[in-house]
Each structure stands twice: as C-alpha cells, then as structure tokens.
C-alpha cells in the first residue's frame, strides 16, 4: 500500500493565516500498513492557485526521507496578504507516489520589516502623503494599513465598525491586535474569534507587538456586518485599581507599564469572486466607547457593571448612542508588528462544583475539586443595582473561607476579587474578559444558594470552573496499575497544562511572570504530553528581545519586574537562549531558530566569561533554588554544568551552520571548561570515600559528596569514562546515606530523576516520592493537593507551580519506557519496566512522526506481555536486560508469523505488534 500523508503542517506556526517571513519549513507525516515502508523522495509545490497552474516555489523531485525542517524560501519571496497553497507528492521504497491534500496558508506582508501601522498622532502635522514620508510608504502592496486607535485613556473600551458590503466576499481575513488584550468580535458571532482568550500573546512590547488572524468568511454576508473589537488593559498598561492588587510595584508603589494608552487596528481583507479584492482598516470612522468593565486588571480582577453593558453592539442593526464617538488615530506602541506564531489561549474541561457551602450568611464557597488556571463562569438572578463580589484561592482555611497561607502575600486574599454589579434582568452571566487564576476554591460574597436566601440576596443560579490554558496540540497520556503513581501523574499534568499560556510562567495565580528555567528543565516532561515547538520559539523571541547589551539574558522574559543580583543573572534561567534550541531539533526535528539564536547566543557566553572563577568556572547565581527554598547551594556544579551545555550546543549550532570558525572556537572554550570543572570539583584520593566523586564548594576549604553534584556531572557529560561507575556509586551512595531523601531543589531534581533512571533504580524514585513528610509529591496529595505546590511545604503560598515536575519526564522514559533517541523519534526506545513494582502501564505519545503507544501486563507468576505500536517512518527498539534476553514477536498487520529474537535491543520496525518476554530471562532471575 502506498503512503496516506495523514497530517502536514509549518514549524513553528500553530495558525497559519499571517505567515510574516519569506522563509518557512514544511514538515508531513506518514502512514502506511507496511512494515518496510520507506519515503524514497518528495516533491512539494507551493502556489498562489489552488489548481497550481503556476509555482511559486518548487522543490523539485528530491531523493531522500526528509519529512521534517524542509526549507521554503522563494526567490522573491511570499505576495502580501495572498493566499498560498501547498502540497506535497511523497515516493515509497517500491515507488509509488501519494499526494497530500492541499494545504493553505495567508500572508501578512513578510517584507515590512515588521514595522507597525504607519498612522501616529503627528498626522496633523506631517501627514504620511507628505513628501519627506514617500519612501515609507509607496511600496503599497507590502506595508500595513491599519491604524492604531483608542480614547486616549487606560480604561477598557469598546470598537466597531458598521460595514456594507455589495455582495458576499468569497473570502475574507481579519488582522488585528489591541492592547493589552483584545476580544474580537463580529456580527455577534461567537465563533468569530476561533476560540481565542488573552489575544494577543504577552510580549515586550517596545521591542515586539504581536497581530493575530481570523478567518471571518463564513461570517461575513452580503448588506450590513459589524467589525469590532472589546480591549483591555493585559500587562500593557496594568492598571492597580483603588482597591486592587497588581505585582509589578516598586517600593514607591508605583508599577511598570509598556504604554498609557489602551490601543485597536485591524486590517479586513476581502476577496470576492470576480477576482477582485478590498481592504477595510481601522481609523477615525469607527466609533468607540467606554467599556461596562472599567477595571481589567490582569492578576483576575475585575469590575464589570452589568447596567453599563450595550447589549448588540457587536451585530449589525445596533443604534449608537451619545455614549459613542468617533475612535482617535493613536501613536500606539514602540515594538514592530510579528504573526502570533504560537498557539492562542483557549478554553478547554469545564468543571462543575464537588461542594458548594455557604459559610455565613452572603458568602458561599465552592470546591471545583480540581486546582487550575480557570476563567469561571457564574449565573446570577437578583435585583438591579446588587453587588457581588468573587474571590479566587488554592487553599481554604478552617472556617471554610478563601485563605493566603503566607502571611507575606495576603494581598491575594484581599486585594484581588472581581466585582459585578447586576442589571436585574432575570437570569445574567458573568465571565471575566481579561483575567485568569489558578484557583481550586471560589468565594462567592453578596449573594446565596437559592434554597437558602432570607435576606433575598442576589441568587446563584450556576457557577463553572473552565480551564484556560495553550491550545498546543495534545500528544499523550499515562496510567500504571499503582493509584497513588496515577494522582502524581494527574497532578503533574494539571501543573504543566495550567501554565501554558503564551509564555511558560510557573504559576498562574501569584506572579504569571515568564521565568526561563522552567522551559528548558520541563521540556522532556511536557514534549510528552503537548506540542511545544511554536511556543518555544515564541519564548526565544522574547529571549532575544530581553537580552541586555552587554549580553546578559535576564531570568525572566518578558521582563515585566527588573530584578536583582542573581534574582537577574543566573545562567541556569537567562541559558534558555542556547539550551531551548537544542531541544526544538532534538524533540521536533528543526533547525529553524538557529540562524537568529546564534549570534545572542555567543553574545551571552561572551557576558558570562566575564564572571568566571578559577579558570572558568561559574558560580554566582541561585544554585539549587527551592532546596532550603533559597539556600543556593551546588552554584559551582549546577551553573558550571550549564555553562558547558550551552557551550556544546553553540558548537553543534555552528557547525549546523557551516560556521566553522564559530565552531572551532566553542569546541576548545567548553573543552577548557571541562579541564576546570574536573580540575576543581573532581575528588580522585579516595581519601574520604574508596571511590571517586564531585564536590560542591558551598563550603570553601570542606570536600563534601552529595546527590546533586554527582547527578549533574553524569547528565551532562563531565564525568571522564574511566570514573563514571565510581560517581554512579558516589551517586547512589549519597542517596542511601540520606534515607532515599530528596535533597534536591527544582534545578537539581530533574537529574536526580534522569540519573535513577540510568541506573535502574525505580525504587529509590518511589519511596522518595513516597515519605511521609517533606520533602515527598505524595505529601502533597496527602494533605488533598491536586496540583504541585512551589515548595516542599504545606501551607505554602502558590499551589499551582510545575517547576518540580520533572518527575513526569521519569514517569515516560523509565516506567512507560519510552524515550526519543534521535532527531524527533525517528529513533526511539522503549524499556520495560521491568525491575520495578509495576504490573500494569498503558501509554501513548502522539510524536512528530506518528502515534508511539505502549501497554506493558507483568503476571503474578512473572510473565511480562507487551503491545507497542511504532509508527511509520520511526524504528522503535526494546531494550532488554541481558544479551541472552528473549522475546516471541506477532505483527498485528501479519497474524500468525511468530517470530523470536534475543538481544539487549531488538529492532521494530513500523507495525502494532504483541510481544511476550519469557519468563527468567527477561526478568533478571
């Protein structure tokens, strides 16, 4: 059977309809039934047409497997604001040819130059017709039209705009941004706007303003259409409130903003069958007004009065008032205009209240029974002019009421609710328009349960907790026969799920600030679970637009709160830069971020030269943070360890690159680094120990020998080959010297996991995640926790961090098994779990090539049964203990043929098969 191309997409764009660059790479997948089956050659076309009678960009037949980092770069580059249609023709080994379907993606005006709408406030007196702006702005075809409006105020508002059309459009796109956040909005259709929340993402915006598309085909019609939009403040221009909490302050209580004023433009773009085509765009003709939200406060509080609210003003036949005036043409923001390449915020479960409680009279609470980035939804019957008041939080206290554990950070009890003011027109619904939280618990004040109401308050008809989170494509899932391993699991995946939004936080409800480190650490966790590739490219985007000139790349980006000392410069957060790279070719298989990343990657190696000790070693930033909370212990290791890692990496860019000085260059600077870290940490006397191991320096003059140290120079490849058996024994000695102890903080837990994973010890894994106290994952759900706390700590202040996740990355490659080999599991192994108390595993990965599913069934008597499923294009191995190993394998696709092999690792090539390890053999007896 010949190939079925099965899903066929472009790295690095989740949405495909403001493609803003001249270059792109393709990417397709492959099914087949065969086990043999090979692509032998590709051909893709790449036209204006959808009958692709002319090309405007043709590979040709090109002989290989490549399914993946196809560059497309047309010599003249992509027609502005056009549609394009791709496809591609794939060749198997006996070679037959399968066409894909034919794939489209639009353009936005990939040689702008990323340069903003051209409209400001000097119009009045330097108009863009006069002569001096010409060369700005003839190039008509390619340049941005919309214009940047507003009120001239940092309240929310909104836009519309009344549209005749002559005749229905064949098809019509919407490019739009407003800022801080916007809600699009037209004919009063709900699905105008593809599900998206919190457009458009968070960015820097002096360096950086993202424009995100809508497809309004199906909506627009022939006659009276409305375009508009609902703007709100975001981080852009934050607004506190009287009475409302904001974090950003500085200690004069004042809090950074990007902008003052609150600011719209669009661009419609209508095609229609004649051939023909018109662009409408924002200006002074649309009208504007104050929003029924007067605070849109990005830390979930908001006011809304629902009296305010113009019922209709997004559909066509609405009247405006005098309340309307005509928008004003505003300078808008500094950063230059970029596609919303990343996946947008949406909405996903939807959860109903466990419990529901009212703990005095005028308040209730209600357990959702799951802690998550929520977006609720609440339905109201009362009288005109009533006042309610919700509340968010992760914890509740003994008298049942919505409690901050730390002291330090009451203001998220107090100085953070939303309020609405009811119209009393029956049954009303109220949502927030441009906030989230973490929250599990939701208090409701001013309002009761309908069968308990004698004050004859405002009722509540109904409340839902909706999970907000990235619309990232989902890939896998997980399940063991061991309950307590299950709800680890589950907490995991709602600790990752619930910070992944446009940017990667580590907790959606205190800060929402864009820390660097957990990109990198929980990459191998959640490639398990999401599809990262376009989110990590937009984070190296805001990477290369937060580092400083002197190179230094910041903790945090976008940088919203200046930090200080080692809160700011810490290489473990700011070698995101060069770590995140490397990912995005191991997992997805592309290159693409290479050519833009290399030259700030250098710049920041560069910086941190300038910081190191004893020949090159690095040692000045936050360590092992969340071990002690902050204590900061292993700088040496842990820093030094990345500082070689990002040298590596920079290396393989070059040489990726054909930059071969460059490459030359990082070869001997991280060869030198790995002289000064064994020179320094690399205790070989046996003095202390009848083995060798690595030493912190947290205590200068003491040689000390703990997990951490040994962990980071076996994962990352400083341990010479002679004594690499003594610091796995140096390793997993310190582990039993410390009663299988966590003593790890959030950086150096990911190599504890990955370093028990290498040496097969599942055991010591569980029972320390297994203790009674802290630190252990299982205290946390003793104590009812459904996500993961920030710290090994029960009252702790922020309960929905996913920094110490990396346990899931454990979970996949050392129980499940599965573990990808190289460039986005083309290879990939799997291993059983065989010398460890499962039974029973189940699960599946969605990867770049193909589904990879794993069921493994271990029998009272010992007997182990496994079915895997290795997808086409791939090789999957099984990894097995001994080379006298044995296994009996049946292709489902060939009934029948049973075959029998014996090995450490045994090929599987493309097929579902069910595959029986004997007894005593595989089984290490």
Excluded at 35 to 52: D, P
Excluded at 694 to 717: C, I
Aim: glycine share 8%; proline share 5%.
């Amino acid at each position: 059977m010949a190939f079925r191309v099965t899903r066929c997409g472009i790295h690095a764009f989740h949405e495909v309809l403001g493609i803003d660059t001249d270059q792109i790479r393709f990417y397709w997948v492959l099914q087949s039934s065969l086990a043999n089956a090979q692509q032998t050659a590709y051909h893709i076309e790449v036209s204006t047409s959808q009958a692709f009678d002319s090309l405007c960009w043709d590979s040709t037949k090109i002989l290989g497997h490549q399914q993946r980092n196809i560059l497309c770069a047309p010599e003249t580059g992509f027609q502005s604001a056009t549609f394009h249609y791709w496809r591609v023709t794939v060749w198997d080994q006996d070679g037959n040819g399968s066409q894909s379907a034919t794939n489209e993606f639009f353009t936005a005006y990939p040689r702008s130059g990323g340069l903003l709408p051209p409209y400001s406030m000097n119009q009045t007196y330097m108009p863009h017709s006069s002569l001096i702006f010409r060369t700005w702005f003839e190039d008509e075809a390619n340049r941005w039209k919309g214009v940047w409006i507003g009120d001239n105020g940092d309240s929310p508002f909104y836009t519309r705009k009344d549209i005749h059309l002559e005749q229905k459009p064949t098809r019509a796109i919407v490019f739009a941004s407003g800022l801080g956040h916007f809600n699009f909005v037209c004919n009063g259709d709900p699905s105008a706007a593809n599900g998206h929340k919190l457009d458009p993402g968070w960015t820097n915006y002096h360096r950086t303003v993202q424009f995100t598309a809508y497809d309004v085909s199906s909506i627009l019609k022939q006659g009276s259409n409305v375009l508009g939009a609902h703007v709100g403040n975001g981080f852009y221009a934050g607004d506190q409130g009287d009475d409302r909490f904001f974090w950003p302050c500085y200690e004069d209580n004042t809090y950074v903003r990007y902008g003052n004023e609150l600011c719209f433009f669009a661009e419609l773009h209508l095609f229609y069958e004649n051939g023909s085509r018109e662009t409408i765009t924002t200006g002074p003709d649309w009208s504007i007004r104050k929003s029924a939200t007067t605070l849109a406060n990005i830390y979930s509080s908001e006011t809304k009065d629902l009296r305010a609210y113009p019922h209709g003003w997004d559909a066509p036949g609405f009247t405006e008032d005098e309340e309307w005036k005509m928008a004003t043409p505003v300078t808008g923001p500094r950063g230059k205009l970029k596609y919303q390449n990343q996946p947008p915020v949406i909405l996903h479960e939807t959860f109903e209240p466990k419990t529901q409680e009212t703990v005095e009279p005028g308040i209730v609470a209600f357990d959702m029974g799951q802690n998550m980035s929520t977006m609720i939804r609440i339905e109201l019957k009362g009288l005109p002019g009533s006042e309610v008041i919700i509340r968010f939080s992760e914890t509740l206290g003994e008298d049942g009421k919505i409690l901050m554990p730390d002291p330090l950070f009451k203001a998220f009890e107090t100085g953070v609710f939303c309020k609405l003011t009811l119209a009393g027109t029956g049954v009303e619904v109220w949502e927030p328009d441009f906030c989230f939280t973490s929250a599990r618990y939701i208090q409701v004040e001013g309002a009761a349960l309908g069968h308990e109401n004698p004050n004859n308050l405002p009722t509540i008809v109904s409340l839902k907790s909706r999970h907000i989170s990235s619309a990232a494509r989902r890939l896998g899932t997980m399940t063991t026969d061991k309950e307590d391993c299950n709800q680890l699991l589950n907490m995991c995946y709602w600790s990752f799920v619930s910070n992944l939004f446009s940017y990667h936080t580590d907790c959606p409800q205190i800060e929402k600030f864009g820390w660097l480190e957990v990109t990198h650490l929980l990459a191998p966790a959640t490639q398990y679970i999401r599809d990262m590739e376009s989110l990590y490219s937009k984070i190296l985007d805001d990477i290369t637009d937060a580092q400083e000139p002197s190179g230094l790349v910041p903790t945090m980006a976008p940088e919203i709160r200046y930090m200080c000392g080692p809160l700011h410069d810490t290489i473990t957060w700011g070698g995101a830069v060069a770590l995140l790279p490397e990912l995005i070719r191991f997992y997805y298989g592309s290159t693409y971020v290479y050519a833009k990343l290399l030259d700030p990657c250098i710049r920041y190696m560069e910086y941190i030269a300038t910081n190191e000790r004893d020949g090159g070693l690095i040692e000045h930033g936050l360590g092992d943070w969340g071990r002690d909370i902050a204590f900061g212990n292993n700088q040496a290791n842990i820093e030094t360890a990345i500082y070689y890692r990002c040298l590596r990496n920079i290396q393989h860019m070059a040489a990726e690159l054909g930059k071969v000085d460059v490459e030359q260059r990082f070869t001997a600077w991280a060869n030198r680094i790995y002289e000064v870290y064994n020179k320094h940490l690399l205790v070989t006397d046996k003095a202390k120990y009848p083995y060798t191991f690595y030493t912190s320096r947290d205590t200068p003059g003491v040689t000390d020998r703990n997990m951490v140290a040994q962990a980071f120079a076996l994962q990352f490849s400083l341990v010479p080959t002679q004594h690499i058996a003594d610091v796995q024994r140096a390793f997993l000695s310190a582990c039993s010297d410390s009663n299988n102890t966590i003593q790890a903080g959030e950086i150096g837990l990911k190599y504890l996991w990955n370093t028990l994973a290498d040496v097969d010890r599942p055991d010591i894994v569980l029972a320390m995640a297994r203790r009674e106290e802290h630190p252990s994952y299982m205290r946390f759900l003793r104590q009812g926790e459904t996500t993961l706390n920030e710290f090994w700590q029960d009252a702790c202040r922020s309960k929905c961090h996913d920094m110490l996740g990396t346990i899931y990355e454990w979970f996949y490659e050392a129980v499940l098994g599965v573990k990808c080999e190289t460039e986005a599991y083309r290879t990939w192994t799997v291993k059983p779990p065989l010398n460890s108390e499962f039974k029973y595993v189940k699960g599946d990965i969605d990867c770049p090539y193909g589904n990879i599913e794993v069921e493994y069934i271990k029998s009272v008597e010992g007997n182990v049964r496994m079915k895997i499923e290795v997808p086409t294009s791939t090789t999957g191995y099984l990894l097995l203990p001994t080379d006298d190993s044995e296994i009996d394998l049946e292709r489902e696709q060939a009934p029948q043929e049973l075959v029998t092999k014996r090995g450490k690792r045994i090929a599987l090539q493309p097929g579902r098969y069910r595959v029986v390890l004997r007894p005593g053999i595989c089984a290490g007896e």
